[in-house]
């Protein structure tokens, strides 16, 4: 059982990091952290999983105040998604024609549906971005749904002003990627088990918080 767990985290999050490139590539928008990512990077000069990383970090920090831990998955989340979106970038190329950038974004879309689900599914512990949202509905007595929609507005609206790439992506992201994750999570989800649970301390509780809630964070 731990070894499909590895497995479904390491695959998970290489799987997301290439996504990542593959919104990039198509030129189209990308969701509204990696819009602020894409800000930083182009303002900073630092690659965009460089910042990434960086911002995970950061992100980690205001954890404390908000009495989250962050899991094995969660550091891991931090450090590999940001090398495997520069890996992605080195390896595919620029898409300029229509179709090509169409066929790009739907196969970004799609591929992170099915990371999300892996290593959501691995019950390793939330990404960075996900256990911030968590903690400050915790803390707040907001709900979910409004702690994200919230930060997200904000990472966006800061990304934007930075130059950080908006379009039709970033809406169908936001349409498609819930109800994708949703769909596929049931067959990656791990079994919860007593020993998985102690295994995997992650934000501040084990188990693993609905998808609907985490889809699209990392």
């Known amino acids: ?30 969701d ?24 995970s970090f950061l992100v980690l920090l205001l954890w404390i105040p908000l009495r989250q831990w962050p ?3 969660t550091l891991c ?54 256990g911030l ?9 907001w709900s979910v749904r409004w702690s994200r929609t919230l930060i997200e507005v904000v990472v966006l609206a800061v990304g934007w002003f930075l130059g950080g790439s908006v379009g039709v992506g970033t809406v169908v992201y936001a349409l498609a990627i819930g109800p994708l994750v949703q769909l596929l999570l049931p067959l990656f989800m791990v ?6 649970d102690i295994a995997s301390p992650g934000g501040s509780s084990p188990g693993t918080p609905a998808p609907a809630s985490l889809a699209g964070n990392s």
């Open 1 to 30: 059982m731990l070894t499909r767990r590895l497995l479904q985290l390491f695959t998970g999050l290489a799987m997301y990091g290439v996504s990542l490139a593959m919104f990039i590539r198509a030129g189209l928008g990308l």
């Open 32 to 55: 509204p952290w990696d819009v602020f990512h894409q800000g930083v990077a182009g303002r900073t000069g630092l690659s965009i999983g460089v910042v990434v990383i960086i911002v």
């Open 71 to 73: 899991g094995f998955g």
């Open 77 to 130: 989340n931090a450090i590999l998604v940001g090398v495997f979106a520069d890996i992605g970038l080195a390896l595919i190329p620029a898409v300029t024609h229509l179709g090509g950038q169409i066929c790009m974004l739907g196969g970004a879309v799609l591929l992170n549906g099915i990371a999300s689900a892996c290593y959501i599914g691995a019950r390793f512990g939330p990404g960075a971005r996900d």
């Open 133 to 141: 949202m968590t903690g400050l509905a915790r803390r707040t007595g």
């Open 191 to 196: 079994p919860a088990s007593r020993r998985a």
